[in-house]
């Protein structure tokens, strides 16, 4: 069964270091996106990407956040200066048009 | 008010018991609603998508939308040990909306061999 692979499954980085985490969809898929889950609360959008551009972004995808799609398979998200509250599960997923959205397993970032 | 209300448990049962998890939601901008399995420290795993309201079904699992109360519910028959985990409800707004999801906090359900 396909699936959405992600990498690192855990990062520990220094406050103020730069991070890139990775992601694989599922290759027929169009849709992308970032979501991120703290420790105890709910998952939370971060960002949408479709046809090579950004389409939808929430709060906290700030100007430290960004996303690209390098080359035909990889999706990935970049923390330019992390900083504690960073700390969480990141989830990348894809989806085809019927908007069903399939998850990774996800990667821990933990900033020290 | 938040947008998607989910009690979060936790929730035990013994094995072989019918499971009620539900979620009200405010924004009625809300047109489809899915329910998301999440194991311990892993990525959310899709269970129910619908759309309409009424039941839909598939083996143990019954999905029911209540649109016009603003609530969703899904139900486990003959629950068993390894549906202990989170679940999470989600929804998202019609066509154009980008598929983002709004998730619930999730509900804690422990099955009792």
Redesign the interface.
């Known amino acids: 069964e396909p699936e959405?692979t992600q990498t690192p499954s855990h990062q520990v980085t220094q406050m103020g270091q730069e991070v890139i985490l990775r992601c694989v969809p599922i290759s027929n898929h169009l849709?992308f996106?970032w979501?991120r889950q703290i420790l105890g609360?709910?998952?939370?959008?971060l960002v949408?990407f479709?046809n090579n551009e950004i389409?939808?972004k929430s709060e906290i995808f700030d100007d430290q956040f960004s996303v690209e799609r390098p080359d035909g398979s990889n999706f990935t998200l970049k923390i330019r200066s992390t900083k504690l509250e960073d700390s969480a599960?990141y989830?990348c997923a894809s989806?085809r048009d019927?908007?069903?959205?399939?998850?990774?397993?996800?990667s821990?970032l933990t900033v020290l | 008010q938040k947008e998607v209300e989910q009690d979060p448990g936790p929730l035990s049962v013994p094995e072989g018991a019918i499971v009620s998890l539900n979620c009200t939601y405010s924004n009625s901008a809300f047109q489809y609603f899915m329910w998301y399995r999440q194991y311990s420290r892993k990525g959310p795993e899709l269970l129910m998508y619908t759309y309409s309201s009424g039941n839909k079904e598939d083996g143990r699992f019954t999905a029911q939308v209540d649109k016009s109360s603003k609530y969703i519910s899904l139900f486990i028959r003959d629950s068993q040990p390894s549906d202990s985990a989170t679940y999470l409800c989600a929804m998202r707004k019609g066509e154009g909306s980008n598929y983002k999801l709004t998730f619930g906090k999730g509900t804690l359900l422990t099955v009792n061999p």
């Open positions: 959405v849709y996106y979501y609360q709910k998952v939370e959008f949408s479709y389409s939808e599960m989830f989806s019927t908007g069903e959205l399939f998850f990774g397993e996800g821990r």
